[in-house]
């Protein structure tokens, strides 16, 4: 379960999750897990203003998190590939040189609260939408993945969640199995990933024009059912 604290209203609103379990990664998988993860973020989510994502080893953390926002000295933790911890206010001259995460810098810099996650232990999970911590950092020996997609338009943000997720179950023991998370939000409990079915229609000549091959209605329909 994610607890949404109302501290983030005015940085960064909302965040839905998921779970992956029993998942086995290799090199070749675990790279295009994140090269879809940064893909998503500069194209759907423009470059993290309305969504980013912070995937975690389960295993190493314990629910249900707090998702809540704090003035930056307040916030400390081991950033992704350090060793030492830093304040977020720290965090923002560390990677004020870093070409890849400079960019997102000016997205929560100047707010005097910065959004954060936190397992039930008080671990932070990540700093959205700069950073993850390293204590939760995936590799290739992770089986569960925690998925939190944080977002300041919920529909891009559930789209994300939902892409990540469908395409990457499939490596999961139970492939295409998805352990929904609870989001807790003004009172009211939310279920993500959504995943919802929608109606499509299209004309057989456009189905025919796309594959190459002649179909009348009929066919195509009995070959879509």
Same mark, same amino acid.
């Given at each position: 379960r994610l607890e949404v604290d109302p501290s983030v209203s005015s940085v960064r609103p909302f965040v839905v999750g998921a779970v992956l379990?029993?998942?086995?990664?290799?090199?070749?998988?675990?790279?295009?897990?994140?090269?879809?993860?940064?893909?998503?973020?500069?194209?759907?989510?423009?470059?993290?203003?309305?969504?980013?994502?912070?995937?975690?080893?389960?295993d190493t953390i314990k629910g249900p998190f707090k998702y809540m926002a704090k003035p930056p000295g307040d916030i400390k933790f081991i950033p992704l590939n350090q060793t030492k911890q830093f304040t /977020?206010?720290?965090?923002?001259?560390? %990677?004020?040189?870093?070409?890849?995460?400079?960019?997102?810098? +000016? =997205? @929560?810099?100047? /707010?005097?609260?910065?959004?954060?996650? %936190?397992?039930?232990?008080?671990?932070?999970?990540?700093?959205? +939408? =700069? @950073?993850?911590?390293?204590?939760?950092?995936?590799?290739?020996?992770?089986?569960?993945?925690?998925?939190?997609?944080?977002?300041?338009?919920?529909?891009?943000?559930?789209?994300?969640?939902?892409?990540?997720?469908?395409m990457f179950s499939q490596y999961c023991t139970k492939p295409f199995i998805i352990e929904p998370v609870e989001t807790l939000i003004n009172g009211k409990v939310e279920v993500y990933p959504s995943l919802k079915y929608r109606t499509e229609t299209i004309k057989a000549e456009a189905v025919s024009n796309l594959v190459g091959v002649d179909q009348r209605p009929a066919q195509v329909a009995d070959l879509l059912s």
């Open positions: 379990r029993g998942v086995t990664f290799t090199k070749a998988r675990y790279d295009s897990f994140i090269d879809l993860q940064d893909k998503l973020h500069q194209n759907l989510a423009r470059k993290r203003t309305l969504a980013s994502v912070g995937t975690h080893d389960l /977020s206010a720290e965090l923002m001259e560390l %990677y004020s040189t870093d070409s890849h995460l400079k960019p997102y810098l +000016p =997205i @929560i810099r100047d /707010s005097p609260v910065y959004p954060v996650i %936190y397992d039930a232990n008080g671990v932070v999970l990540s700093l959205p +939408p =700069i @950073i993850n911590g390293e204590h939760s950092k995936i590799t290739l020996k992770t089986k569960n993945v925690f998925i939190e997609c944080t977002c300041t338009d919920l529909t891009k943000g559930k789209i994300v969640l939902d892409t990540l997720v469908t």
